[in-house]
């Protein structure tokens, strides 16, 4: 039961095409609709950018142009003078002639300036504000519980817009009896650039009690767990929950996948998600054509298989999880999508 919990939070996820049942539509909020429309815009003149960046310049020597001028004016640091002489064998005493065209090699020599510190731009078609989505956990057919994927607002978070996503188990009324499960994770997840910036976990298995907080500050390279702990991390990570809505943002239909993700216990790992076929599926949410997928966790350079998980998304633009399949050593537990509201 509690794994299945786990690999709910864990995004490893495929794509189903929906014919719907217990699958409801709601309308994307006008606030958001605008954050989306800035994303295209950015997003438009971002691509523009590259284009630009990336290519070679031809530039034809002016009267008075020195070495250390042109690398002013074209990298904005007169310290790369002599990689231009260099690129264009240009030896000491370093005399340009007028009307001699040299190569400024932009794709090199950016990678060799500090950039100021950019976040990423992410077009999102998957979901919005208002997805909500229901999850019976069953083992031989028994529901044994519930979870709870919902997109719940957009918040303010370091001065960005970010989604507030929470995912909730709890086991049945019967269950409860023997075991009770009351557990929330919640992510803030950027809107914009797709990345978590925190998320808090809330556990309530049995007599076990745990509440953590971890905060990534991303510009300066570490995260912060609620006990003051520090990690380092790569910027734009993930966490355990905010890495299946990245999934389903950025998905397209490839076989392999990665996802850099930065765990409570203050390690970052990847994930390799792999596609392994299409299928047809109903469950109690309805019928859905649907990609399975695999994920795998890296350890020590080489991936290895996380226990046997089988995964099927919505093969749309939603990528909707409509049912996880996971191995134990007797049977399967299964968690089955019951009913879904996504958003156009």
């Not at 069953?138 to 979870?147: D, H, L, S």
């Not at 960005?160 to 803030?188: C, L, M």
Request: one cysteine or more; charged letters at 30%.
């Amino acid at each position: 039961m509690k794994k299945i919990f786990f690999i709910l939070f864990l995004i490893i996820f495929t794509s189903c095409s929906t014919i719907p049942k217990n699958v409801s539509v709601v309308e994307i909020r006008k606030e958001e609709e605008i954050l989306k429309e800035e994303i295209n815009s950015e997003k438009d003149l971002q691509n523009k950018k590259e284009q630009i960046k990336i290519s070679d310049v031809e530039y034809k020597v002016k009267k008075g142009d020195t070495l250390t001028k042109i690398a002013k004016e074209y990298y904005g640091n007169i310290k790369f003078w002599k990689k231009i002489a260099e690129d264009n064998n240009i030896n000491e005493p370093y005399i340009l002639h007028e009307n001699r065209v040299i190569k400024l090699k932009k794709n090199e020599i950016t990678n060799l300036i500090k950039k100021d510190f950019k976040y990423p731009v992410y077009k999102n078609k998957a979901f919005g504000v208002g997805e909500k989505l229901v999850f019976a956990v069953k083992y031989f057919n028994i529901t044994a519980g519930f979870g709870i994927l919902e997109v719940k607002d957009i918040v303010d978070v370091n001065s960005r817009k970010a989604y507030k996503i929470e995912a909730t188990a709890r086991t049945s009324p019967f269950f409860e009896t023997f075991y009770r499960v009351r557990d929330i994770i919640t992510s803030y997840m950027d809107v914009k650039g797709l990345f978590s910036w925190k998320y808090s976990k809330h556990l309530e298995e049995g007599g076990y009690r745990h509440d953590s907080y971890m905060e990534f500050f991303h510009e300066n390279g570490y995260a912060q767990k609620s006990d003051g702990m520090r990690c380092n991390i790569p910027a734009f990570v993930q966490d355990v929950l905010s890495e299946f809505y990245y999934f389903r943002a950025m998905y397209r239909g490839e076989d392999e996948f990665y996802i850099n993700v930065a765990s409570d216990e203050c390690k970052v790992y990847q994930i390799l998600v792999k596609k392994l076929k299409y299928e047809k599926i109903t469950v109690d949410a309805g019928e859905f054509d649907c990609v399975v997928i695999q994920p795998y966790l890296k350890y020590e350079g080489i991936f290895r298989q996380k226990g046997d998980v089988w995964i099927w998304l919505t093969n749309d633009e939603y990528l909707m999880p409509v049912l996880v399949k996971s191995q134990i050593v007797i049977g399967t537990i299964d968690a089955v999508l019951q009913s879904a509201t996504i958003v156009k």
